[in-house]
């Protein structure tokens, strides 16, 4: 009955012509007004509920179909925009071959071409390189010179704001665009900042808006700019030169073509070769068998990087830098060399942004998700970049990671959560680089050094909770040995930092040290206001038991021998009491215990002993204990004969190393317990 109502509460409100008014007012019209509003929001709250329960639902069932419509709209989009290009070019090359072979346009456009004689175009070129920095590689090209150039203003392409001011350089096949130098020096004025090649842009007119006035768009996949020039005249001659360029550059590439084609087919094509170079004929005839591979292989390249092919573009580069290295460079071969060199700079640069995502997406799917942008740059010969982008791309994962670590209550429990998610990170990530850069060993050493980069941010984060100045020494102990031994698990990478962390770790427990050093000195001082120096009476043997096994807690194993007619202990409360906060901290600091720690550890026993034997020596001058002396003298000589060696033994036990400073507080309180049974008093 309810799915029935549901469902007619359904159809009703999902009717084209459902209107609000009139449904509230049939359910005001009934009898009891109240009661069925109350019944019908319930009744159309489940159905928002289910509704929403479902579409959710439909979301999950449907989310792979998402991603997947996701990557075929991005790859149609890359394929519509070769396809424009495509059809751009055929457009500009039919309406050149209409017009050649119509008007006689041949001859013409040849001399188009040749309107500057070599000297001239040396000269364009050579003041290019003298205005121009970090331009050498542009000028290689044979047969390049300037056709226009000019200032413009680069403007983001999103929000049409002004980013820098630039001055370009459109050449006969490609465009330079260079960026001003401040305080420069000398006849250059610009540095080289891109080129793009004609073939593999193109030039859209921008129409004026109030923060955009005479720009134009260049298009080049999968990036686009905007650029502003002075005057709308201005503008109109960028935009007639470029179309004009492109134009003479796909007929000379068709002629080229053509040219390429009857040479290999004419039977006297030895006939063009010098004869004098008995190996040039296989030289010039190799390079013509293998131009169309050649002059296809930029258009090939610019295919598979809108694809994402990684491993095809790289295969392909290494393919043609094999092949060029092989054969004697001409001045074809030049150009071609310089549009196979702007497409591995476009394929690193992609390969770059691969790696520099967001730290998210390295969350979900860890290193391993940079393998394969990592191991085409390393096949590209780009190793050094590829282990600093790779490294960098694991020092965000790992902030992202502890970013969403919650402080929790107890100390303990939120270093165990922050050590789990640091070493884990960084484990996986050396295995990751081990696997990757197995065969470039002199990165490595970059890796170490990145370790010790993030342990010094990871000890800053563990010391603002652990390393606090005023915390428990048990409770610093219990967080450092969780951080040690964690640390001790990157052995199964190869790598040892325990060092390196105890060394970043060294100045937080010295703090810690004399802060329990203060506490234990003041808590004696109290305790010594009010003891009388009887021996201590536990009144019951089952207190002296409990009193024994506290002190073998401890480390105090002999302590039952102390304890005389069941319940009296030879020692002062003050005394025990002292004797069993001094054994608890030299348990846990001695858990602590690294070389550079035995001289604070062993000041710090040294200090509270020695403060304590003060306030028993102040209490036998006293007239107040003129008939306890000689318990006093008892436990100063306790302390002198039974504590002192104690705590030596644990102290060496651990360190190999003999405490002298505790020696020498035994030797003089030694002679002071002498000076007081020589004289009767103590002085």
């Known amino acids: 009955m309810k799915v029935e109502m549901a469902d007619s509460l359904r159809k009703e409100l999902s009717k084209e012509d459902f209107d609000a008014n009139k449904y509230v007012q049939e359910i005001s019209s009934r009898g009891d007004v109240y009661h069925d509003l109350i019944e019908e929001k319930l009744k159309v709250q489940k159905l928002s509920d289910d509704t929403s329960v479902a579409l959710k639902k439909n979301v999950y069932r449907?989310?792979?179909?998402?991603?997947?419509?996701?990557k075929e709209i991005s790859y149609l989009e890359g394929e519509m925009y070769q396809l424009s290009h495509l059809l751009t070019e055929q457009k500009s090359i039919m309406g050149d071959m209409l017009e050649m072979s119509n008007t006689g346009k041949d001859e013409s456009s040849k001399d188009k071409l040749a309107a500057q004689n070599p000297e001239d175009k040396k000269r364009s070129i050579a003041g290019l390189l003298d205005r121009v920095e970090g331009c050498s590689r542009v000028a290689?090209?044979?047969?390049?010179?300037?056709?226009?150039?000019?200032?413009?203003?680069?403007?983001d392409a999103e929000t049409y704001l002004e980013t820098q001011k630039v001055h370009v350089y459109l050449l006969n096949d490609s465009l330079v665009v260079t960026t001003f130098i401040r305080n420069r020096r000398g006849p250059v004025r610009y540095k080289f900042q891109a080129l793009f090649e004609l073939d593999s842009l193109a030039v859209v007119n921008v129409r004026d808006v109030e923060c955009a006035k005479n720009a134009f768009r260049v298009l080049r996949f999968p990036d686009q700019h905007i650029y502003c020039a002075e005057t709308a005249r201005t503008k109109r001659d960028w935009l007639d030169k470029l179309e004009e360029a492109k134009k003479v550059q796909a007929t000379a590439s068709t002629q080229k073509r053509g040219l390429t084609e009857q040479i290999l087919q004419s039977p006297a094509r030895k006939a063009v070769i010098d004869e004098t170079n008995p190996f040039a004929a296989h030289v010039y005839e190799t390079t013509l068998q293998n131009a169309e591979w050649l002059e296809e292989l930029p258009e090939d390249l610019d295919m598979s990087i809108a694809q994402r092919n990684f491993e095809e573009a790289t295969d392909m580069v290494?393919?043609?830098?094999?092949?060029?290295?092989?054969?004697?460079?001409?001045?074809?071969?030049k150009e071609i060399q310089s549009r196979v060199d702007h497409r591995i700079k476009q394929l690193t640069e992609v390969l770059t942004r691969e790696l520099q995502g967001s730290p998210e997406k390295s969350?979900?799917?860890?290193?391993?998700?940079?393998?394969?942008?990592?191991?085409?740059?390393?096949?590209?010969?780009?190793?050094?970049?590829?282990?600093?982008?790779?490294?960098?791309?694991?020092?965000?994962?790992?902030?992202?990671?502890?970013?969403?670590?919650?402080?929790?209550?107890?100390?303990?429990?939120?270093?165990?959560?922050?050590?789990?998610?640091?070493?884990?990170?960084?484990?996986?990530?050396?295995?990751?680089?081990?696997?990757?850069?197995?065969?470039?060993?002199?990165?490595?050493?970059?890796?170490?050094?990145?370790?010790?980069?993030?342990?010094?941010?990871?000890?800053?984060?563990?010391?603002?909770?652990?390393?606090?100045?005023?915390?428990?020494?048990?409770?610093?102990?219990?967080?450092?040995?969780?951080?040690?031994?964690?640390?001790?698990?990157?052995?199964?990478?190869?790598?040892?930092?325990?060092?390196?962390?105890?060394?970043?770790?060294?100045?937080?427990?010295?703090?810690?040290?004399?802060?329990?050093?203060?506490?234990?000195?003041?808590?004696?001082?109290?305790?010594?206001?009010?003891?009388?120096?009887y021996p201590m009476n536990l009144k019951n043997p089952n207190a002296a038991n409990t009193l024994v096994v506290e002190m073998q807690k401890v480390g105090y194993a002999s302590f039952h021998q102390l304890v005389y007619d069941g319940c009296f202990v030879r020692i002062a409360t003050s005394t025990v009491s002292f004797v069993k906060v001094v054994l608890s901290f030299l348990r846990e600091a001695l858990k602590l215990y690294i070389p550079a720690l035995h001289p604070?550890?062993?000041?710090?026993?040294?200090?509270?002993?020695?403060?304590?034997?003060?306030?028993?020596?102040?209490?036998?001058?006293?007239?107040r204990f003129e008939s306890e002396r000689q318990d006093i003298v008892t436990n100063i000589r306790y302390i002198c004969e039974e504590f002192i060696p104690l705590v030596e033994s644990k102290i060496e036990g651990i360190s190999g190393k003999k405490a002298v400073q505790l020696k020498k507080l035994k030797t003089k309180n030694e002679a002071l317990i002498k000076k007081i049974e020589s004289a009767g008093v103590l002085i």
């Open 62 to 70: 449907n989310y792979t179909q998402f991603i997947d419509t996701a």
């Open 140 to 155: 290689e090209v044979a047969n390049r010179y300037i056709v226009h150039d000019g200032d413009l203003v680069e403007l």
């Open 318 to 333: 290494i393919r043609a830098t094999e092949y060029l290295e092989q054969i004697p460079m001409t001045p074809p071969l």
């Open 363 to 533: 969350l979900r799917g860890g290193p391993q998700v940079t393998r394969r942008a990592v191991t085409q740059l390393i096949r590209l010969g780009r190793s050094t970049l590829a282990c600093d982008l790779y490294l960098k791309n694991r020092s965000a994962a790992i902030k992202q990671s502890l970013r969403f670590l919650r402080i929790e209550g107890a100390p303990h429990l939120y270093v165990t959560k922050l050590c789990i998610l640091f070493f884990n990170n960084l484990n996986e990530a050396g295995k990751e680089f081990r696997l990757t850069f197995s065969e470039q060993q002199g990165c490595f050493s970059a890796f170490v050094v990145w370790c010790k980069a993030e342990m010094k941010g990871f000890v800053n984060q563990f010391s603002r909770q652990a390393l606090a100045k005023q915390s428990n020494i048990a409770a610093v102990a219990e967080c450092v040995t969780i951080a040690r031994t964690h640390c001790s698990n990157l052995s199964t990478i190869g790598l040892d930092l325990t060092f390196f962390l105890d060394s970043l770790m060294l100045k937080g427990m010295q703090d810690v040290m004399h802060y329990n050093k203060e506490q234990l000195i003041e808590a004696s001082r109290h305790r010594n206001m009010e003891e009388k120096w």
């Open 600 to 623: 604070d550890i062993v000041c710090v026993v040294v200090e509270v002993t020695e403060n304590h034997v003060d306030l028993m020596s102040l209490a036998s001058r006293s007239g």
